[in-house]
T-cell receptor, first 117, second 109 residues
Framework: DGGITQSPKYLFRKEGQNVTLSCEQNLNHDAMYWYRQDPGQGLRLIYYSQIVNDFQKGDIAEGYSVSREKKESFPLTVTSAQKNPTAFYLC????????????????FGPGTRLTVL | QKEVEQDPGPLSVPEGAIVSLNCTYSNSAFQYFMWYRQYSRKGPELLMYTYSSGNKEDGRFTAQVDKSSKYISLFIRDSQPSDSATYLCAMSAEGKSTFGDGTTLTVKP
């Protein structure tokens, strides 16, 4: 089955701890994205990567970090600097191409629900 | 002002009703328009996409785009309880997508 997997489904963190959320895709997509979704709100872009070993900050990157060492993987670390990390985190991927591919469509993983205790 | 504004809802309709979900946008550069459906505690799934003004139909779903008015709609005919979900509109320009906040729909049997 082709798709995007995220793990774990639920994650609990104590204040002051860093945690890493996993995102893997086997769709051979170049681009990957991380979003945060809060209750009753839309998706806010944290980081995105158009190609391996390159990534850019989204609208709310403060307190988060990412890496893109492999095409298939785009892990997100929620650091202790993130003041309000409790949220639903969604990873997505797309074929990519930026402005060269205006019809690029994102496909989402099942999400990870992070709760800070 | 947000680039994409979506009717906030929530929306509650009886089974069999016709549902209209709407978004407006301000960025004329948006070229590609999508609708996602998100069930509770799940990731969004792509429902429909369209690249031009006009209507696109897929079963009970019709996506409508009016670029001159910067307005898009998703119509659901003969709505079913299984359609109960949050619907997100999304638009892209130069490969970057912007999402609406979502409208939560409940279809009552």
């Amino acid at each position: 089955d082709g798709g995007i997997t995220q793990s774990p489904k639920y994650l609990f963190r104590k204040e002051g701890q860093n945690v890493t959320l996993s995102c893997e895709q086997n769709l051979n997509h170049d681009a990957m994205y991380w979003y945060r979704q809060d209750p009753g709100q839309g998706l806010r872009l944290i980081y995105y990567s158009q190609i391996v070993n390159d990534f850019q900050k989204g609208d709310i990157a403060e307190g988060y970090s990412v890496s893109r060492e492999k095409k298939e993987s785009f892990p997100l670390t929620v650091t202790s600097a993130q003041k309000n990390p409790t949220a639903f985190y969604l990873c997505a991927s797309s074929i990519g191409g930026g402005f060269l591919n205006p019809t690029d469509t994102q496909y989402f993983g099942p999400g990870t629900r992070l709760t800070v205790l | 002002q947000k680039e994409v504004e979506q009717d906030p809802g929530p929306l509650s309709v009886p089974e069999g009703a016709i549902v209209s979900l709407n978004c407006t946008y301000s960025n004329s550069a948006f070229q590609y328009f999508m609708w996602y459906r998100q069930y509770s505690r799940k990731g969004p799934e792509l429902l429909m996409y369209t690249y031009s003004s006009g209507n696109k139909e897929d079963g009970r779903f019709t996506a409508q785009v009016d670029k001159s008015s910067k307005y898009i709609s998703l119509f659901i005919r003969d709505s079913q309880p299984s359609d109960s979900a949050t619907y997100l509109c999304a638009m892209s320009a130069e490969g970057k997508s912007t999402f609406g906040d979502g409208t939560t729909l409940t279809v009552k049997p």
